[in-house]
């Protein structure tokens, strides 16, 4: 399995003090996070992409080509990338270029979005979110295939002859995962392709992720890629750690109490019991993040979200040093302990380039029509 750290980006006041980082403060608060990621023996960071204050990470691409650049190991991905308000040339072209900047170390998730406001900035239309992420994935899953593109839609230009440029590295593109939190279509347009599901897994409570995870799973051997088993998903959690639980629920509470996302609702008790949310010692997040395999089964990858809702940079590297020096590696043993031998591992550069060298198919290469319909 996977282990990583995903971020949202948000600038929110501090409610134990009332300060507000400036946005520079706070890009460079998460590039910090991403090398610590690394330090501690992580194995991916993800940034959100967000064109709305109070958000900072709107070009994604240029924040992982940093990080790139002072990394060795990390995978790069993103949490999502708009496939609605952004043109599939430009993700493909994007992409690519920071897949040769990071020698391979990238792969990108893929989503519709839920603000409303940011549609119409970028010329669309919200009520078309899911026809247009399906039109538009289809028309990227090409351009990273096809060397040269005839295509026409309903959402953008038609391509004639078209070449993006530069070629995905070594001729393979990144692994996709399709990140949704309520959307069934996007469990199916994953399933279709063969690529991997995300399920944010960070405000639902575990029967709504189960059915999610299970439509996928189900979608994906109807369409051909390998049993249920053999789907890959990857899902969220939030935590918050101290060595002891008392000092871990005194601390988390007021950021919890005013946080924007579920602050002023249920009390942090109530949430902690009916979500993902763990706020306690790091015995306690690995005991319910092993929960997870109950209701997703095996699965490739765990990001926690540990950097938001106004946290100060230096408590968000104390949770990274937990992470990596209590949770992870006894999750990553745990995790191991009676795996069935046909579930895969996380889908990497290298491992797809050696499937497709070797003539199999590696689940992310289905050329047909895409025709998703709601299961």
Known sequence: MQFGIFSVGDVTTDPTNGRVPSEHERINAMTAIALKAEEVGLDVFATGEHHNPPFVPSSPTTMLGWIAARTENLILSTSTTLITTNDPVKIAEDFAMLQHLANGRVDVMMGRGNTGPVYPWFGKDIRQGIPMAIENYALLHRLWREDVVDWEGNFRTPLQSFTSTPRPLDGQPPFVWHGSIRSPEIAEQAAYYGDGFFHNNIFWPKQHTQRMVELYRERYAHYGHGTAEQAIVGLGGQVFMRKNSQDAVRDFRPYFDNAPVYGHGPSLEDFTQQTPLTVGSPQEVIEKTLSFREYAGDYQRQLFL??????????????????????????????????????????????????????????????????????
């Open 306 to 375: 540990v950097d938001h809702a106004g946290l100060p940079l230096k408590t968000v590297l104390e949770q990274l040093d937990l992470l990596g020096e209590e949770v992870v590696p006894v999750l990553r043993k745990e995790f191991a302990k009676n795996r069935p031998a046909n579930v895969p591992d996380a889908p990497t550069h290298g491992s797809l380039l050696a499937a497709a060298r070797s003539g199999k198919d590696n689940g992310n290469d289905n050329g047909r029509k895409q025709e998703v319909t709601t299961a």
